[in-house]
């Protein structure tokens, strides 16, 4: 069956720390995967994509990797800061459709001052 | 454009009652989703319209469940008859065709 895997501990770092959470997918190869922020109370809210033919997106501080061998993508946030605290989402289109984009669990990320 | 306007934010019910969620999307988009998380389950895709027209809605649990969307500005998300199990966040969503999908607030049921 198809999945989609986040670490589902929460994941503490120390301010000004590189951040690195981690998306795992099996038995399919989506187009595109996509990274959302969630504040706890409040909708998610996109951050980046990134398609099937990139490697490599960054949007300031933030970087996707996306590894279609491994069918892994890798979300970072260079120089960490305690308002980076949130659970972070990732998301891509399982069979069914190219906009029938799926969730995976989130991974909840606290940045220590 | 205000976004992706849900209400009500909470609602509180009893079982067997009939509930129905309301969501006014982004103007313009041409997408609408709706989506229910669960701290057991995560966010789970319900339905999604394109064009006011349902294309996939194997998400909705059961036939207590309907969604509709009689114009491009408004969608409601009915439960009837309500369970206890269905106590959860429940979001819309829309977005423009290859876009990013932008979410509401929310509406979180309470089923007693």
């Known amino acids: 069956s198809q999945k989609i895997e986040q670490n589902s501990e929460a994941l503490n770092i120390q301010e000004g720390k590189t951040a690195t959470l981690t998306c795992n997918y099996t038995n399919y190869s989506p187009a595109y995967l996509q990274w959302y922020r969630q504040d706890p109370g409040r909708g998610p809210v996109f951050l980046l994509l990134?398609?099937?033919?990139?490697k490599e997106k960054r949007k300031e501080r933030l970087k996707v990797t996306f590894d279609t061998t491994l069918k892994q993508s890798l979300f970072h946030i260079t120089a960490s800061q305690p308002a980076d605290s949130a659970t972070y989402l990732c998301a891509l289109p399982l069979s069914g459709g190219y906009q029938k984009v799926t969730f995976g669990t989130g991974t909840k990320l606290q940045v220590i001052p | 454009d205000a976004g992706v306007i849900q209400s009500p934010r909470h609602e509180v019910t009893e079982m067997g009652q009939e509930v129905t969620l309301r969501c006014k999307p982004i103007s313009g988009h041409d997408y609408l989703f709706w989506y229910r998380q669960t701290m057991m389950r995560g966010l789970e895709l319900l339905i999604y319209f394109n064009n006011n027209v349902p294309i996939d809605d194997s998400g909705m649990p059961e036939d207590r469940f309907s969604a509709k969307m009689p114009n491009a500005s408004f969608s409601t998300l009915k439960i009837q008859p309500s369970e206890p199990r269905d106590s959860a966040v429940y979001f819309c969503a829309s977005s423009f065709t290859g876009g990013e999908a932008f979410f509401g607030q929310g509406t979180r049921l309470t089923v007693v």
């Open positions: 990134i398609r099937e033919n990139e």
